[in-house]
């Protein structure tokens, strides 16, 4: 199983619409990825340190496959209509990771 992990950066005109992200972007991930997608989650980032410090991403998506093999094959169809959705929601430029579990 890996995870792919989509970091939003955050900063100080940084806007993101989680109402967006949950309802209707992850929705079209699922409906893109099908069987290949086993699971979704999203974090939003606490702006916390002593001096109210923004967290360093506004938002976290993670996004469930079975293997890296998976992932491309199922992402790499759709990345350009993904990305061009990311404006409905966020102002600042995701940065994927993928993670293997251990």
Do not use: C, W
Not at 56 to 76: C, D
């Amino acid at each position: 199983m890996i995870k792919v992990n989509i970091l939003y950066p955050n900063g100080p005109q940084v806007v993101f619409d989680f109402d967006y992200y949950r309802n209707t972007h992850l929705p079209l991930v699922a409906e893109l990825m099908g069987d290949a997608l086993k699971d979704t989650q999203v974090d939003a980032g606490l702006d916390m340190g002593p001096q109210g410090e923004k967290a360093p991403y506004i938002a976290i998506g993670t996004l469930y496959f079975a293997s890296v093999e998976v992932f491309q094959a199922a992402f790499g169809l759709h990345t350009e209509q993904l990305m061009a959705d990311v404006p409905n929601f966020t102002n600042t430029t995701p940065v994927v990771q993928v993670n293997e579990q251990r």
